[in-house]
């Protein structure tokens, strides 16, 4: 396990997708925002390096508390022994929900992304802002909050989107921040599946991401979700780690 990578993709996560409010004790940082993403409103240790106690999962909890969020803590391989054993012996936190992968690669334009775009190329809009007929899996309220995490993004973002007519089929999300590209909020209509869509976004957003200047890329998707990840495999990601979450509430579906 390559800890100094995973601890920069979870530096550049913040970076990507930051929590309208932060703060941190001993090498935990602890976000809440409008209590629907559980990436945005969690606590999770940044520097496995610093020494977490009891005492830190306390004080994580008592603070997204005092914010109307139920704690959650994100364990991932910089999660310490200490703290998974302590949210372990707590009967009040439930068993772990949403495992996710996160995914990394070097960005480039690869031989997968042209045989993706060789067979169809539908043609992708690449927006700077959300567009009106964005489509989510998302609440009113979990769009609500997303909109303002990204007006929050110390970096560039860009909206790309797929249209059958004037109605929209595909989309995903890019954000860059010192050199990384962020993949987020991938999602196909139903009806539109099985037609290259996802593949046209996602070579759209590699280009996108290194016209401003990436270097890498990453995404998360769930470990159940096994229509998606042989795509991302096939644009070279791999898996470099998994994270899952730990609160006292049923988490939100969202990784």
């Known amino acids: 396990m390559d800890l100094p990578l995973v601890e920069t993709i979870e530096q550049m996560r913040l970076a990507t997708y930051p929590p309208l409010e932060i703060a941190s004790r001993h090498g935990m940082i602890v976000g809440a925002s409008h209590g629907q993403s559980g990436r945005a409103n969690s606590a999770l240790v940044i520097d496995p390096s610093a020494s977490q106690t009891a005492e830190t999962i306390e004080w994580a909890s008592q603070w997204l508390s005092d914010r109307g969020v139920d704690p959650l803590f994100r364990i991932t391989p910089l999660t310490s022994p200490s703290i998974i054993s302590n949210l372990t012996d707590d009967r009040s936190f439930n068993s772990p929900t949403n495992q996710t992968d996160t995914m990394h690669r070097r960005l480039s334009i690869d031989s997968g992304q042209s045989r993706a775009s060789a067979t169809r190329t539908p043609t992708v809009v690449v ?40 109605s929209a089929v595909a989309v995903g999300r890019g954000v860059v921040s010192e050199g990384w ?4 909020a991938m999602l196909t209509a139903p009806g539109s599946r099985g037609q290259g869509l996802a593949a046209a976004i996602l070579n759209q957003l590699h280009r996108w991401g290194l016209d401003q200047g990436a270097t890498d890329s990453f995404l998360d998707v769930l470990s159940t979700n096994t229509a ?21 509430a049923k988490t939100s579906s969202s990784c």
């Open 127 to 166: 927006l700077p802002d959300k567009p009106p007929d964005w489509i989510t899996e998302r609440s009113a309220d979990g769009a609500t909050e997303v909109e303002a995490l990204m007006a929050k993004v110390d970096g560039n973002v860009c909206w790309a989107i797929v249209r059958n007519g004037t």
């Open 181 to 184: 590209l962020s993949i987020q």
């Open 228 to 248: 998606a990840k042989p795509l991302y495999q096939r644009f070279g990601y791999q898996l470099m780690y998994q994270y899952h979450y730990v609160g006292t």
